[in-house]
C-alpha cells in the first residue's frame, strides 16, 4: 500500500522560504509519479510541481521559478522547496504519489495516493 507523509509547513511572512518533505512508502521514489498540489479553503485543488521517475520536473505557472522540486533516492522522499513565498500560496500542502503516467501534479492532485497534507500559511 503506497503512503505518503508530508512534514515542514508552518507560518512565514511574505518573502520567506520553507522546505516541505515528503516520505513515501510501498513504493520506490526513484520509480513514481510524485509531487505537490495544494489547495485553499473553497478552492479547488492546484497543481503545484511533479517529478517523475527519470527526473524530469513540472511546475505551475504560479510557482516558476519560486519552488524546486526534488528526490532524495536514500530516503525515499522527495522536498519542495518554497521560497520568495506571497500570501496567495497560502493553503494545505500534499505530497502525492502514483506510477501511472504522464507525470503531472495535476494527475497527482486527481490521482494519486496522498498525505493528510500540511498548513503553509503565509502572512503580509
Known amino acids: 500500500q503506497v503512503q505518503v507523509a508530508e512534514s515542514g509547513g508552518g507560518s512565514v511572512q511574505t518573502g520567506d522560504s520553507l522546505r516541505l518533505s515528503c516520505a513515501a512508502s510501498?513504493?520506490?521514489?526513484?520509480?513514481?509519479?510524485m509531487g505537490w498540489f495544494r489547495q485553499a479553503p473553497g478552492k479547488q485543488r492546484e497543481g503545484v510541481a511533479a517529478?517523475?521517475?527519470?527526473?524530469?520536473?513540472t511546475y505551475a505557472d504560479s510557482v516558476k521559478g519560486r519552488f524546486t522540486i526534488s528526490r532524495d533516492n536514500a530516503k525515499n522522499a522527495v522536498h519542495l522547496q518554497m521560497n520568495s513565498l506571497k500570501p496567495e500560496d497560502t493553503a494545505t500542502y500534499y505530497c502525492?504519489?502514483?506510477?501511472?503516467?504522464?507525470?503531472?501534479?495535476?494527475?497527482?492532485?486527481?490521482?494519486?495516493?496522498r498525505g493528510q497534507g500540511t498548513q503553509v500559511t503565509v502572512s503580509s
Open positions: 510501498g513504493v520506490t521514489a526513484s520509480s513514481a509519479c
Open positions: 502525492a504519489a502514483d506510477l501511472r503516467r504522464p507525470c503531472t501534479s495535476d494527475r497527482l492532485a486527481i490521482f494519486g495516493a
Open positions: 517529478i517523475a521517475s527519470e527526473g524530469s520536473t
